[in-house]
Nanobody, 121 residues
């Protein structure tokens, strides 16, 4: 079992930055790939960025070059640095654990409860 708790969401103007954090508990955390997913109102949940245990990453095209995912296995922590934010980045952001590197939400094993990010124009 892995428990995930997100923090760091909030409201920001377009062009600004936010950094999301995810604190994980459970002895098997380091075995999982980790990721950030988001769901905007009226849309399906989509993958934003994922990272495996070795630090290999994959990003959605819409955030490539603006967002950076990172993790510290010793501290059981995952981050998402979001720069150059756009109004279309507004969504609930979820921390997730999954068995392999994928941006497909269907493969997620554990979910956090989410943190809201709102970007105003």
């Amino acid at each position: 079992q892995v428990q995930l708790v997100e923090s760091g969401g909030g409201s920001v103007q377009a062009g600004g930055s936010l950094k999301l954090s995810c604190a994980a508990s459970g002895s098997t955390y380091s075995m999982y790939c980790m990721g950030w997913f988001r769901r905007a109102r009226g849309t399906e949940r989509e993958g934003v960025a994922v990272i495996d245990r070795a630090g290999r990453t994959s990003y959605a095209g819409s955030v490539q070059g603006r967002f950076t995912i990172s993790r510290d296995n010793a501290k059981n922590t995952l981050w998402l640095q979001m720069d150059s934010l756009k109004p279309e980045d507004t969504a609930m952001y979820y921390c997730a654990a999954l068995p392999f590197l994928s941006l497909w939400a269907t493969y997620v094993t554990f979910w956090g409860q989410g943190t809201q990010v709102t970007v105003s124009s």
